[in-house]
């Protein structure tokens, strides 16, 4: 790929940009196909790009289906960031580290990262908008300043957020090479089988539910997924989890694949304790208690490692628990699963 128009030291005063790339295989759609270059942008807003801009594929304007082959001449138009007409809103987040490049969080639960058309208010980077004004990047478009990777609503943990263009293009750049390093903590129904392991699985939408994502045979993307059992209890685990890829659900989807639900996932099935074991009903109904009130699925994104955009240092934080998850670890550790007998 070839830039004509941009670099990193004029990142800041970023304007149209004509991109140019030549890929060395075939891709089913063009908006696929550029969705995985460049990764800050939405598919829906490549999509309107490529609609409304000058895309073109040798020489022929294209649309966001046109098939692209190897060799191929693509040249894409992109326009400027559209301001951002969100409200500043004061919800509270945990702030692990800022400076003018950069702001790193620690996420709560039930906090949607960014607006959609349908939702403008109570999300992340309404809260953003208030705690750091206009100091956001722009590159990710008017639904998204600063944003360059994402939590579920209900995964809690770190995330680092671009508070200039060159930052973000920087940040955008190491997630694509894989040199950040996330790492998640789950707890997850069953007892793990393997102490450690690696899912190397595609994940692509789910054919019989397009909400969901699963692990498919046709049409997914490569997903691995590294994990290791930190702790076994009778009807539990906690596992250490490292990302290698960063597909949508990946590891509640994966996890779920091995027969192990991250519990109260109420998406991939881990809302209610497993029917298969024997035991009383006051102690089965304890245990439901401890799920039903976690607070969306427990999975939490623990540690983030990255380099600093602008100096190059490495740079490492680690977030608390939320304290729903927090009180879950308690009762297993504490032997809430165990049989009280009179």
Known sequence: MTDDVYSKSDADAL?????????????????LYLKGHLEHLSRSHIQKIIRHGETSINDVKAVPKSKVRAGDSIVVVVPPPEPADIEPQDIPFGVLFEDDCLIVVNKPKGLTVHPTMN??????????????????????????????????????????????????????????NRTVEKYYI??????????????????????????????????????????????????????????????THQIRVHLAHIGNQVVGDPVYGGTRFKDRFSMGTQQRNRIQKAIDALEGQALHARELAFRHPMTGEPMRFEAPLSPDIADFVDFLFSGGEDEIRD
């Not at 992340?124 to 639904?143: E, K, P, Q, T, W």
């Not at 069953?190 to 699985?201: A, H, K, Q, T, Y």
């Not at 397009?210 to 009807?235: D, H, L, N, P, Q």
């Open 15 to 31: 304007e149209e940009r004509t991109l140019r790339f030549e890929p060395e295989e075939d891709f089913p759609r063009l908006d």
């Open 119 to 176: 939702r403008t208010s109570g999300t992340l980077v309404n809260a953003l908008m208030y705690h750091c004004g206009d100091s956001l990047s722009g590159i990710a478009g008017a639904l998204r300043p600063g944003i360059v990777h994402r939590l579920d609503k209900d995964t809690s943990g770190v995330m680092v957020v671009a508070k200039s263009n060159a930052a973000h293009i920087s940040l955008s750049e190491q997630i694509k």
């Open 186 to 247: 789950a707890v997850v129904h069953g007892v793990v089988r393997n102490l450690s392991g690696v899912i190397d699985e595609p994940i692509g939408r789910n054919p019989r539910d397009r909400k969901k994502m699963a692990v498919v045979e046709k049409g997914g993307r490569r997903a691995v997924t590294e994990y290791s059992c930190a702790e076994r209890f009778k009807y539990f685990s906690i596992v250490d989890v490292k990302l290698h890829t960063g597909r």
